[in-house]
């Protein structure tokens, strides 16, 4: 495994920045990480500032709102080629080797890094990468991510963004992590989840600008084996052999995780490809799902309608036909 020593940043060094009166724990460590890289990473000084003044247009999509953010620096994610040889090709930018000097991290567990995302879209945006290079897969790791949504408590939220949709490192397995006020579809599910159910429960709503089904407990081993069941028959009804195209988001509150669960029918919409005034270039992962849909290009924000919204979020998200088939069959 990759020595990660020098890249830790410890307590001494991170009490500068931040002095917590209780016992450091992990979501201080990392509330005192991101004031420390935005005072010394210059490159991240500039992507919160030019966050902070981006612009956004709401649009309404089935009554629900979506927000479309103006957001020019994410053209490196959104338009990332993520073929097996262009990445075999480039060098990882999650490897600790590749990393630009003033990047720091805060260990989490034995097998996790938390960093600064320098391509932020929401505020307090983390990666929490693997510190081994290694796939970019869920199943194993399922537990890891509901033990860091626990760790970063209910002001934030995680999320996972599957290789074959959203994840611009299919290579290297990572999580993320943002602040959650404002993100949507947490507002559109909060009146129908039950709170610190004692079995997994399951909540979607019918006619949602998507098709995404949360399900909540307040048990860990149960949510773990009732997510590697619903995998299991996400793929069989999206008939795949590899991971099933998903994207996950995760709150933990009241003792409760929600697991968002986001099937896709693609990666990227047709307008994507599309040239002239047809284009669109927005490549939705579980941000954009979630509410915040990303728009690097000036002129492809200016002419972004709800109908738009609505073909796209069509198109990359799972079918009603195959999400009851799914549903059906996890239930
Ligand atoms: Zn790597």
């Known amino acids: 495994m990759a020595n990660w020593d020098s ?14 009166t209780g016992d450091w724990d992990f979501r201080q460590r990392v509330s005192a990480l991101l004031r420390q890289q935005h005072a010394t990473w210059p490159m991240l000084r500039d992507a919160v500032t030019g966050l902070v003044a981006a612009e956004y247009k709401p649009l309404s999509v089935k009554g629900c709102t979506v927000l479309t953010q103006f957001n020019p620096a994410r053209i490196v994610s959104t338009a990332a080629k993520v ?5 075999k090709q480039r060098a990882c930018f999650l490897c600790c080797e590749n990393l630009p000097p003033e990047e720091l991290g805060v260990a989490f567990n034995d097998e996790f890094v938390a960093l600064c995302n320098p391509f932020p879209v929401l505020a307090d945006h983390l990666v929490i990468a693997a510190k081994e290079h290694r796939p970019q897969l869920i199943a194993d790791d399922f537990g890891a991510l509901l033990d860091l949504t626990r760790a970063l ?9 599957g290789p074959r949709c959203g994840a611009s490192a299919p290579d290297h397995l990572h999580f993320q992590a943002c602040a959650r006020a404002g993100v949507p579809l947490f ?6 989840l039950e709170q610190s159910p004692d079995t997994v ?3 979607w709503q019918t006619d949602y600008r998507i098709n995404v089904l949360a399900a909540s407990s307040r048990k860990r081993d149960e949510l773990c084996a009732w997510f590697l069941r619903a995998l299991t028959e996400l793929a069989r009804v999206t008939e795949t052999s590899e991971e099933p195209l998903l994207n996950l988001l995760v ?52 002419r972004i309608t709800a109908t738009d919204v609505a073909q796209i979020l069509a198109e990359v998200t799972l079918d009603d036909e195959r999400f009851k088939a799914w549903l059906q069959a996890i239930q």
């Open 83 to 87: 073929d097996a040889a262009t990445i």
């Open 251 to 302: 709150t933990f509150q009241h003792e409760t995780w929600t697991v968002f669960l986001l099937p896709r029918g693609k990666h990227r919409p047709a307008c994507y490809f599309a040239e002239g005034d047809a284009q669109l270039t927005v490549s939705p992962a579980a941000i954009d799902l979630s509410g915040v849909l990303v728009v690097p290009q000036p002129a492809h924000f200016a």
């Open 7 to 20: 890249r830790y940043i410890h307590d001494h060094a991170l009490r500068a920045y931040w002095q917590p």
């Open 153 to 161: 408590g209910r002001d934030w939220f995680t999320l996972y963004n």
């Open 187 to 192: 507002d559109d599910f909060a009146a129908t």
């Open 201 to 203: 429960r399951l909540s």
